[in-house]
């Protein structure tokens, strides 16, 4: 009984230990834009789930445990749960004690079904350990593995917003994947600052499109698809305000469907679908969320296996293409 104890207050102690503290997710702390109460509930409350999967993670015996806790979570905001519990994981792997299998054993779970946040959430772990750990981290799909550095651009402009965002700062010989290519790997991460900036101009339409407008050419058409996939996957806005982001978006329409896609995709494989979501999906790709992800699966097929382009860069333009001249 005393052991049984002891390991479970060692457990509670790698929690406290491990998670971060509630209140980075203050939208007043971060210094983020804060549109109306509604909005900012909504977003806060994102933060908060997702540092609660972080903390389940760190807190559980095995991944399998950390399950019991997500699956309580509401539909909602179980996605941002896993994603953390992926963090949480992935942090885990890259401590120089204890399992360094922790993510991969959390995908032969429930996180299977959230596969595209448990990369995510590995990325966001990218961000908070040394380089040199970077070769433990596990991901092994190649196409998906491009969303860690989703993960990692969403982090670093959440936590690091006036380098990231309002600097524009950019990495053009950024180290991941080893086998690159590197050029491409700023884009992936320019997707997530764009993902990140739903979150730092507090839904707010205006707001988040000014900044990306901000930005040289060359870097919104990622940026606004990084915007569409929150727009559609964390919502906070109603379709007025949808309507005006698809127009704001202008010649970038395309990648504002294809970033809305994925989302939509990563909600159905989750089997997570709310009414933000089939609003979003409907206003940015003009077609549900069940047919968003079916048009994200076709774009899968028979990819190419080196060239260029990785596959994920041609994934994402075959998904754009099929909304280039629609409304």
Request: proline letters at 5%; one cysteine or more; a positive charge.
């Amino acid at each position: 009984m005393f052991g049984g104890e002891l390991t479970h207050a060692l457990r509670a102690l790698r929690r406290r230990i491990l998670t971060p503290n509630a209140s980075a997710t203050k939208l007043s702390v971060r210094g983020f834009h804060i549109k109306n109460q509604d909005a900012q509930e909504v977003l806060e409350r994102i933060g908060r789930t997702f540092l609660d999967g972080y903390g389940h993670a760190a807190e559980a015996a095995s991944p399998r445990d950390a399950e019991l806790g997500l699956e309580r979570i509401a539909t909602r905001y179980r996605g941002f749960a896993y994603e953390g519990a992926a963090m949480g994981f992935a942090v885990r792997d890259g401590l120089p004690v204890g399992r360094r299998d922790n993510v991969k054993r959390f995908l032969q779970g429930r996180a299977d079904a959230h596969i595209y946040m448990v990369y995510v959430g590995v990325g966001w772990a990218m961000a908070r350990l040394p380089r040199f750990r970077w070769s433990g981290l596990y991901a092994p799909d190649p196409l998906l593995r491009w969303l860690v550095l989703d993960g990692y651009g969403f982090h670093q402009a959440y936590f690091r917003t006036g380098q990231y965002v309002h600097a524009q700062f950019r990495d053009d010989a950024f180290p991941w994947p080893p086998e690159g290519p590197r050029r491409y790997a700023s884009q992936v991460i320019d997707q997530g600052i764009g993902r990140a900036m739903w979150f730092v101009g507090g839904t707010d339409i205006d707001q988040v499109t000014a900044m990306i407008e901000k930005f040289p050419e060359s870097r919104r058409a990622d940026l606004y698809s990084g915007a569409a996939l929150a727009a559609v996957y964390a919502g906070g806005v109603d379709r007025g305000e949808l309507e005006a982001f698809r127009e704001r978006a202008g010649e970038y329409r395309p990648q504002v469907a294809q970033g809305a896609a994925f989302g939509a995709a990563a909600r159905e494989r989750a089997g997570l679908v709310v009414p933000h979501n089939e609003l979003g999906t409907e206003v940015l790709c003009g077609m549900t969320v069940t047919e968003a992800a079916a048009l994200c699966d076709r774009a899968r097929r028979d990819l190419p296996d080196g060239g260029e382009q990785p596959a994920f860069a041609v994934w994402r333009q075959r998904i754009a293409h099929e909304f280039v001249g629609s409304r």
